[in-house]
């Protein structure tokens, strides 16, 4: 199934996200997102597919369930449980003991949006909270030197990711499996792969935090282009050279959507709107990738290819530097009227925000909204 995967560069080129040159629009399906309302409270089967994964970031996952050899599910009761933290592009599993990294492209349209997915190696959990050495017996190497863990977890994850190059997995929505499941176990989500395994999970939601702040939805967010207006580093010192472009560097977040190719019978992908994503134009290349607006109004990215024209050394630079500080990153968003004041009344075209962007890696980033372009 993978060969199916295998597209021409002009399909590929087709499929990045347009929103990486900061200002088209014509890539977005506006009716998904404003005539659609994702209850988060209540999944079902026909929450919209683009808003699935940022669901699932919301919650924290714990396996239940694993398909067997004949395709039936079976209950699991793991000591200590495996754990599963959802990102774009990087699934996390804990065990308490040990963490397993899985990463994936999530590029591509339906039905393979999660593809190329595999296991990287073994490290220590930061959060031990059980003694690992009465879990695990004795550790032991493959031929090219990788530790090999004989637990009921990794040989989970091993059978479900490591012996395939290149697995393709999808999200969905499913039914309680036990009748266990009550309102602390509020989600349920499947992730099947193309190699016919299923792993079931129960979710409870992430703690939330009273935010700062206007509420921010993905309406509000994809609804403009943002305007980079000031940049600071970890001690607060402007970082002046970021506002000092030829052209202003633009950033816009938007659903995406593939309208389709000769090649679609041969490649199975299906047109329509497949996954949401955000785009940084610096006036020459840009950086992108796929976003979740998440629990307590925090950022998750991943990353999309992109062009690599050579711009000259000082644009490559700041390029370059956007490009780690924006892409595999979180960061925590506050949205609030530029003159601080609430204008209720105001028609929210007229509205004027200052979007604060303050990453992990310690950076703040201030945008401000500006209409979109319209092609």
């Avoid at 593939?258 to 709107?273: A, I, M, R, T």
């Avoid at 644009?315 to 960061?331: F, N």
Wanted: with cysteine.
């Amino acid at each position: 199934m993978s060969n199916n995967l295998r597209m021409p560069l002009a399909i590929i080129s087709a499929l990045l996200p347009l929103a990486l040159l900061g200002c088209q629009t014509n890539s977005l399906n506006h009716s998904a997102q404003t005539n659609t309302v994702i209850d988060d409270k209540n999944w079902s089967a026909t929450t919209l597919e683009s808003r699935l994964f940022q669901t699932a970031t919301k919650y924290d996952w714990q396996l239940t369930h694993v398909s067997d050899d004949k395709g039936s599910l079976i209950r699991l009761d793991l000591q200590p449980p495996l754990t599963m933290d959802v990102r774009p592009d990087l699934l996390t599993f804990d065990d308490g003991c040990y963490r397993y990294l899985v990463s994936f492209n999530m590029w591509l349209p339906l039905p393979y949006p999660y593809t190329d997915a595999s296991l990287q190696d073994t490290a220590k959990s930061p959060i031990t909270a059980a003694d690992c050495t009465t879990i695990y017996q004795a550790t032991t190497q493959d031929w090219r030197g990788n530790t090999l863990i004989p637990s009921d977890t990794a040989h989970i994850l091993n059978t479900t990711f490591g012996p395939y190059a290149g697995t393709h997995f999808t999200f969905a929505p499913a039914l309680p499996q036990s009748v266990r499941a009550t309102k602390t176990l509020e989600k349920q989500l499947a992730l099947k792969t193309d190699k016919d395994k299923t792993l079931i999970f129960s979710g409870t939601p992430k703690p939330e935090h009273p935010i700062t702040g206007i509420p921010l939805t993905n309406e509000l967010l994809e609804g403009y282009r943002w305007q980079l207006l000031q940049v600071t580093d970890q001690t607060g010192a402007v970082m002046s050279e970021f506002t000092q472009t030829e052209k202003p560097i633009t950033l816009s977040y938007g659903l995406n959507n593939y309208s389709g190719d000769e090649n679609d019978e041969k490649n199975g992908f299906q047109s329509g709107v497949y996954g949401q994503s955000f785009g940084i134009s610096v006036g020459c290349n840009g950086v992108g990738g796929a976003y979740a607006l998440s629990f307590n109004q925090s950022l998750l990215t991943g990353s999309f290819p992109s062009t690599m024209m050579s711009c000259g050394d000082s644009l490559d630079d700041i390029e370059s530097r956007l490009g780690r500080m924006m892409t595999h990153s979180k960061s925590r968003l506050i949205l609030m009227h530029a003159d601080n004041k609430a204008k209720a009344t105001i028609e929210q075209s007229e509205q004027n925000y200052l979007l604060t962007q303050t990453l992990d890696s310690g950076e703040t980033l201030v945008w401000k909204n500006k209409p979109k372009k319209m092609l």
